[in-house]
């Protein structure tokens, strides 16, 4: 998808201010502001498809957060509770998969920073994966 950007959403916003709550939404005020955003923006939008494809990358990204963050989460509590009952203290395995944690944690921030930086200024930024499955729903 190539450049496409100014205009409004069909909201009233410009578009890269509609962007930028679509991402930064998820983080400054929780889960349901930008999750609310987007979805407002796929249901109503269908013309500005620089909002529309920030969205949906936007709600997938988010859901990937959620997934892994589950996953991750699970998997420390586990390790913590076997190495407790073992050692009696959490061990290198429960550390390592807290660092895990960690890394993926910075690595979805950097990717939602740069795709509200891209979108900001009405550029499409593609987030691995997840960017492929938004720009089939545009």
Same mark, same amino acid.
């Given at each position: 998808?190539? /450049?496409?950007?100014?205009? =409004?959403? @069909?909201?009233?916003?410009?578009? %890269?201010?509609? #962007?930028?709550?679509?991402?930064?939404? /998820?983080? @400054?005020?929780?889960? +349901?502001?930008?999750?609310?955003?987007?979805?407002?923006?796929?249901?109503?939008?269908?013309?500005? =498809?620089?909002?529309?494809?920030?969205? &949906?990358?936007?709600?997938?990204?988010? $859901?990937?957060?959620?997934?892994?963050?589950?996953? $991750?989460?699970?998997?420390?509590?586990?390790?913590?509770?076997?190495?407790?009952?073992? &050692?009696? &203290? +959490?061990?290198?395995?429960?550390?390592?998969?807290?660092?895990?944690?960690? #890394?993926?944690?910075? %690595?979805?921030?950097? &990717? $939602?920073?740069? @795709?509200?930086?891209?979108?900001?200024?009405? !550029? #499409?930024? =593609?987030? +691995?994966? #997840? %960017?492929?499955? @938004? !720009? =089939?729903?545009?």
């Amino acid at each position: 998808m190539q /450049n496409m950007g100014g205009g =409004k959403t @069909a909201l009233g916003l410009d578009t %890269g201010i509609g #962007v930028l709550i679509c991402y930064f939404g /998820n983080l @400054a005020c929780g889960l +349901p502001l930008g999750l609310v955003y987007s979805i407002l923006v796929v249901v109503q939008d269908q013309t500005n =498809k620089v909002a529309r494809f920030h969205a &949906f990358q936007s709600l997938f990204l988010g $859901v990937l957060g959620i997934i892994i963050g589950a996953v $991750v989460g699970i998997g420390v509590f586990i390790t913590m509770m076997i190495d407790v009952a073992i &050692f009696g &203290f +959490p061990s290198v395995l429960t550390g390592l998969l807290g660092l895990i944690a960690t #890394v993926i944690t910075l %690595g979805l921030l950097y &990717f $939602v920073v740069m @795709a509200a930086i891209k979108g900001y200024n009405g !550029e #499409v930024y =593609k987030i +691995p994966v #997840v %960017g492929n499955f @938004a !720009e =089939k729903y545009v």
